[in-house]
């Protein structure tokens, strides 16, 4: 996949691109097939909300570990997904942060507050901003069952301090200070929400501000997140680094793959997702 030289810009313009159902119905429903398999398993790999329902699957693109998935390493190494984010970081030697799966459960799926991804992974000991998110949707994402936002340009402002919010929801996460936060989206255009339908794509830049809320809707809605980084801004070390599910220490440079796995069927050992 070879992005335009207008591509190319409008990310750097606005921090991020859209590409509508980049993957087909087929290859969307191997990778949901894969999340009800990988739903069951009991690893702290697996984050889930207060009420029991999963909220995050981590560490699904290798070939090793509790959730490890085959269809989810054939993604993460697709030419559709590592291509353009070799081309928008200008390096051909890339490896994967982390990558997860986010369920947002049907009803009781919790949000995800305002924050730069950056924010936190500075403190991971990540030299600088110099990585990219792709995801993709793996459901209709709408407003009502709480789909990602991004506010356009926010990643030219560097990165903003954060501080971890452990009230909110099951998960810590890393947000921005209320009134900064009121600051910033008054002076920056209006959230974009990315809304769509199954197999769409968006990449942005690691210091986007982006957030989602609560799914108040009655059906799950699943997105897969693969974080690439440059080999060559790999972290250094800090003291007590978090686990390698949420920050990699494998470093070997990805080749685009064949991505069949993508289109194989697999049987589903658990429908519990369902």
């Given amino acids: 996949m070879q992005l335009t030289e207008q591509q190319r810009a409008e990310f750097h313009e606005k921090g991020f691109l859209i590409f509508p159902e980049l993957f087909t119905p087929a290859e969307v429903e191997v990778l949901r097939d894969e999340i009800r398999r990988l739903g069951p398993v009991e690893t702290d790999?697996?984050?889930?909300?207060?009420?029991?329902?999963i909220r995050t699957i981590f560490r699904v693109h290798e070939d090793d570990g509790p959730t490890q998935s085959a269809p989810f390493r054939a993604l993460s190494r697709s030419s559709r997904l590592l291509a353009p984010a070799m081309q928008l970081l200008g390096d051909d030697d890339l490896y994967i942060y982390h990558s997860k799966v986010n369920t947002k459960v049907a009803i009781e799926g919790t949000v995800w507050l305002w924050h730069q991804d950056y924010g936190y992974w500075y403190w991971d000991g990540v030299p600088a901003p110099n990585l990219v998110t792709s995801t993709v949707l793996l459901d209709e994402a709408t407003e009502q069952n709480g789909c990602l936002y991004i506010v356009p340009g926010s990643h030219k402002l560097g990165r903003q301090e954060p501080y971890a919010d452990e009230e909110t929801t099951s998960y810590k996460q890393w947000t921005?200070?209320?009134?900064?936060?009121?600051?910033?989206?008054?002076?920056?255009?209006?959230?974009?929400?990315?809304?769509?339908?199954?197999?769409?794509?968006?990449?942005?830049?690691?210091?986007?501000?982006?957030?989602?809320?609560?799914?108040?809707?009655?059906?799950?809605?699943?997105?897969?997140?693969?974080?690439?980084?440059?080999?060559?801004?790999?972290?250094?070390?800090?003291?007590?680094?978090?686990?390698?599910?949420?920050?990699?220490?494998?470093f070997e440079p990805l080749r685009i793959e064949d991505d069949t796995a993508l289109r194989a069927p697999l049987p589903v050992e658990a429908a519990g997702l369902r």
């Fill in 45 to 53: 790999h697996i984050v889930r909300e207060r009420t029991g329902g």
């Fill in 176 to 250: 921005i200070e209320r009134e900064r936060l009121v600051e910033l989206l008054d002076q920056l255009p209006k959230p974009v929400a990315l809304a769509g339908p199954p197999g769409t794509v968006a990449v942005f830049h690691c210091n986007v501000l982006h957030a989602s809320g609560h799914n108040l809707s009655p059906k799950n809605r699943w997105q897969i997140y693969v974080v690439y980084n440059q080999v060559a801004n790999r972290p250094n070390d800090v003291e007590n680094p978090r686990p390698d599910y949420v920050r990699s220490v494998n």
